[in-house]
């Protein structure tokens, strides 16, 4: 195993900039986040905007985040990186400039994985988990269940078979006519109303397995909006009933993967995992047994990448090659 201690991490699988230096020993030195507003108008990510974007902010970005931890380039001891998955011009971006700038100042790279990235991030925590515990990795491209031994030692319990809960919120805040990104804006539109005025599914809970589909219930959603949604109160108790339907439905597969596993400890991680119902209903189901990143480390970041790559230490590389993988199941992942 490679005795490093200080890593640089780079994160730009979609439309979150960032970049972190981590220490073992002594956790987040400095981290920065730029979270690509311009695609509001959109309703959703462009790939190509995204990707300049990065462009523009990662060099400038690097040097912030080194400045503001007082470091110089060389008390970096490897660069880790967003390989995969995500958007490819996006991952391309990330990757030439964290090769470049490690060849730059002759330092290996390691290739992270994003999904173990948020896998890993409640350890950035000041009481994290221990192992082995299941993790609910839910954001706007990822729904899974993931039985984890140890970090490197996965295995998949169940995944979403059409939508994942954060592309459910973001697509049902469109319906709404709400703003981007979607999540936050349903989540602040709910507070207003009453949950319980309409019926919404639960899918696939009243089968067995631990697979997710929320494609039916953002239809259930879009139908109901196209009859109902007329005043300000009807449109805050869609909202309220959306939210949770997927929060109950989250929280039944969760109950139900501790069970299978015989595990005690849940870990929620990805964006959203900053979901005030979410967290309570976890909570309150699963007392004294759910872990969460900090709330600054659940949408994407630099750190999680940092301290992921710290982890693969021992898959350090010399820095050149410009290599991405858009589409990287987890399980392909070696143990470490």
């Known amino acids: ?50 990707s300049r974007d990065h462009v523009r902010k990662l060099a400038p970005m690097i040097r912030q985040v080194l400045d503001r931890a007082d470091l110089h ?52 925590e000041p009481d994290p988990p221990e192992f082995p515990f299941v993790a609910l990795l839910v954001s706007g491209g990822h729904t899974l269940l993931i039985e984890v031994r140890a970090p490197g030692a996965y295995r ?71 009859r109902e949604a007329g005043d300000d109160a009807t449109r805050a108790a869609i909202a309220a009933g959306f939210e949770k339907a997927v929060v109950e439905t989250l929280a039944i597969k969760c109950r139900r993967a501790l069970k299978q596993t015989r595990l005690e400890r849940l870990v929620v991680a990805g964006g959203v995992s900053a979901n005030r119902r979410l967290r309570t209903a976890l909570d309150a189901a699963l007392p004294g047994r759910v872990y969460y990143p900090p709330l600054a480390l659940c949408t994407d970041n630099g750190a999680m990448i940092a301290l992921a790559g710290w982890f693969r230490r021992n898959e350090a590389g010399r820095a050149g090659d410009i290599a991405v993988r858009p589409r990287w199941p987890l399980d392909d992942l070696p143990p470490l």
Do not use: N, W
């Open 73 to 124: 380039p060389g008390s970096i001891d490897a660069v880790a990186y967003t390989a995969g998955p995500g958007l490819a011009g996006a991952l391309l971006v990330g990757s030439a400039v964290a090769e470049g700038y490690a060849r730059g100042i002759d330092r290996p790279t390691i290739r992270v994985h994003h999904m173990e990235g948020h896998l890993l991030s409640p350890l950035l």
């Open 1 to 50: 195993m490679q005795s490093f201690s200080t890593v640089l991490g780079i994160e730009t699988s979609c439309d979150e900039t960032a970049v972190a230096v981590y220490r073992h020993g002594e956790g987040i030195l400095s981290d920065a986040v730029h979270t690509q507003m311009e695609h509001a108008r959109y309703g959703g990510v462009v790939p190509e905007l995204a």
């Open 156 to 226: 998949l319990l169940g995944e979403t078979l059409d939508d994942a809960a954060g592309e459910a919120f973001d697509k049902t805040a469109r319906l709404l006519r709400l703003g981007y990104p979607g999540g936050p804006e349903v989540a602040r539109l709910a507070e207003a109303g009453d949950p319980d005025r309409f019926a919404f599914p639960r899918p696939m809970t009243d089968r067995p397995g631990l697979d997710f589909s929320f494609s039916g219930l953002k239809t259930h959603t879009r139908l109901l909006i196209e």
